[in-house]
Structure formats: C-alpha cells, structure tokens
Nanobody, 115 residues
Framework: QVQLVESGGGLVQAGGSLRLSCAAS????????MGWYRQTPGKQRDLVAV???????NYAGSVKGRFTISKDNAKNTVYLQMNSLKPEDTAVYYC?????????WGQGTQVTVSS
C-alpha cells in the first residue's frame, strides 16, 4: 500500500512558477510509472506528465516545454515543476503512482493561475 500526499499548489499570476510535490509513504523505487494529472470541474482527469520507472518522460502537448516531472528516490517524492503558467493551467492536480497491478492516487492540490 502506498499513500500519496501532494503539496505546493496555490495561487500564482500568469507567467509565474510553482513546484508540486508528491510524497509517498512507501518506496517509489521499482514502480512502473508515476504521473501527474489535472482536472477541472465537470471535465475528465487528464494526463499532464508521466515518468516511467526506466526514466522516460512524456508530456501533454499543452505543457511540453513548460512543465518538468522528476523524482527523488531517496525522498520517495515525485515533483512537477511548472513554469510559464497560464490561466488555462488552473485545475486540481493529482499525483498517481502505478506499481502494477496497483494504482495509487493522491488527494489533489489546487493550482490557480490568475491573468
């Protein structure tokens, strides 16, 4: 069982930066992949960025070049560095860890970007 706790969300002006953290209660070494998703009211949860256990990253087109996913195995933490934020990045951001066949989610952290 892995419990995930996100932090780092908040209110920022357009063009600003935030770094989200996702702290895992157990080791994240050897997981299949880790990802960040986001969701706005009335819409589905969309993938923002994923980092595989082998170190491969993939990003949604809308955030490519602005967001960076990374991890620190020693701290059992996954990060999402978000730069050049836009109002359309406003959402609740969720961390996901997959250790096949189990999938774990955090509780979400709100990111609000003002114009």
């Amino acid at each position: 069982q892995v419990q995930l706790v996100e932090s780092g969300g908040g209110l920022v002006q357009a063009g600003g930066s935030l770094r989200l953290s996702c702290a895992a209660s157990g080791s994240i070494a050897g997981v299949t992949y880790m990802g960040w998703y986001r969701q706005t009211p009335g819409k589905q949860r969309d993938l923002v960025a994923v980092l595989t256990g082998g170190g491969t990253t993939n990003y949604a087109g809308s955030v490519k070049g602005r967001f960076t996913i990374s991890k620190d195995n020693a701290k059992n933490t996954v990060y999402l560095q978000m730069n050049s934020l836009k109002p359309e990045d406003t959402a609740v951001y969720y961390c996901q860890v997959v250790r096949t066949p189990s999938v774990y989610w955090g509780q979400g952290t709100q990111v609000t970007v003002s114009s």
